[in-house]
């Protein structure tokens, strides 16, 4: 269940209906990220992730699997506003679902969402700001 207090992170769904967040203390190590264990956790008892949605302030996106592997984190980009001259920081939330043919991206930060397709391999997060290919804003 998605907590109204928490203003960004994740919450995953497992093909068994065990639900996971960010914060669940579970996924809480020294080696490696919550969502990379709950990937090994879901690895070791044979289970997929089926759902994730992701938050931040008042956007969210849900990816479904529907078969495929699901990913998600953050990233930050930064790009020069020419009218103004000065650097502009933009940190969005992610979550990536990876077809054979297209990766589909949900992306959001504290105003818009964003789905983006790019080819496979994209490992890194586009930015929705400064992307020529296939984008579609949702909010």
Same mark, same amino acid.
Request: charged share 20%.
């Given at each position: ?11 995953? +769904? ?31 008892? !044979?289970?997929?992730?089926?759902? +994730? ?17 699901? +990913? ?8 020069? !506003? ?18 054979? !043919? ?16 790019? #080819? ?5 997060? #586009? ?6 290919? +296939? ?5």
């Amino acid at each position: 269940m998605l907590s109204n207090l928490r203003l960004e992170g994740w919450h995953a +769904v497992l093909s068994n209906g065990d639900e996971f967040d960010d914060n669940s203390p579970i996924l809480q190590t020294d080696n490696r990220s919550p969502w990379r264990e709950l990937e090994r956790i879901a690895s070791e008892r !044979n289970l997929s992730i089926v759902s +994730v949605t992701i938050f931040k302030w008042t956007q969210r996106i849900t990816f479904e699997s529907n078969g495929y592997k699901l +990913v998600t984190g953050t990233a930050t980009h930064s790009r020069i !506003n020419l009218s103004q001259g000065k650097s502009i920081v933009a940190n969005y939330r992610w979550v990536r679902r990876e077809k054979e !043919n297209v990766w589909e991206w949900g992306i959001c930060n504290n105003i818009n969402s964003w789905i983006i397709e790019t #080819p496979p391999g994209v490992e890194m997060c #586009p930015d929705p700001y400064d992307y020529n290919g +296939v984008q579609y804003a949702i909010s």
